[in-house]
Each structure stands twice: as C-alpha cells, then as structure tokens.
C-alpha cells in the first residue's frame, strides 16, 4: 500500500514541478525584437551566466532594461548592455502551454487513478 503512495506521490510532485516551466525558443533574437514581444526572455550573457526576465523593455533613454519580478523585494529593473549579452531568447508560448497543460492532464488522471487504487485497496 504505501509503495503505492510512494509511487504516486512522487509522479504527482514531478508534474507539478513541470507546470511551471517556461520553454525558450533556440533563436537568438535582438533586444528590440525581444522588447517588442513583451514575453518573458532569456539572457545568455558572454561569462555564461544566465539571467532570466519577465520582459525587456526600451526606455526613454535609448538603454534596454529586464523587468525582474522578486516575491518579497518587488520589481526590478536590470540594465542591459549589448556588448555583454551572447544570446536573447524568447519564451515560446505555445510550447509552454502544451507542456504545461500536458502536465495539468497526467497531473488529473495519476491522482485519479490513484484514488481509485485507495479505494480498491480498501473495499470500497
């Protein structure tokens, strides 16, 4: 019984960890492009970091900033300097809602099927 609930416990805790995956097109894209969408990018930058934003934005003067959002802090607003970034890519959407409903989907039926694995197991 509890190899069962092992089992499912851990699917169920994988697929929640894939719903909230953002997929990235492979494309490098411009600082403009990537403004003009307004989805969420990411920053590949020369030293191999990764920086992740919610959007990019083209301020007033001339300089392109990544919106982070922080859970406790607030927004922030990073400056962003083209001679230091390697590669901008931009969320796919459409990607990211196949694998996130997909996820939603297998999520349902696993408890589903484990519910009713309860119940046979007890009688009901």
């Known amino acids: ?3 069962h609930l092992k089992k499912i416990a851990t699917l169920l805790s994988f697929i929640l960890l ?3 995956c953002t997929v990235y097109k492979a494309t490098n894209f411009s600082l403009d492009y990537a403004a003009n969408t307004e ?5 590949i930058l020369k030293n191999g970091d990764v920086e992740k934003f919610s959007k990019v934005e083209l301020f007033d003067d001339g300089e392109y ?15 962003l300097k083209k001679d230091n970034i390697q590669k901008v890519q931009v969320a796919d959407k459409t990607a990211s809602a196949i694998i996130n409903g997909t996820g ?18 007890y009688g009901y």
């Open 65 to 79: 900033y990544g919106k982070k959002k922080h859970f406790l802090v607030g927004p922030e607003n990073v400056v």
């Open 39 to 43: 989805s969420r990018v990411k920053i």
């Open 104 to 121: 939603i989907v297998v999520g349902s039926a696993l408890g589903f099927i484990g519910f009713w694995l309860l119940l046979w197991e």
């Open 1 to 3: 019984m509890k190899e």
């Open 18 to 20: 894939i719903q909230s």
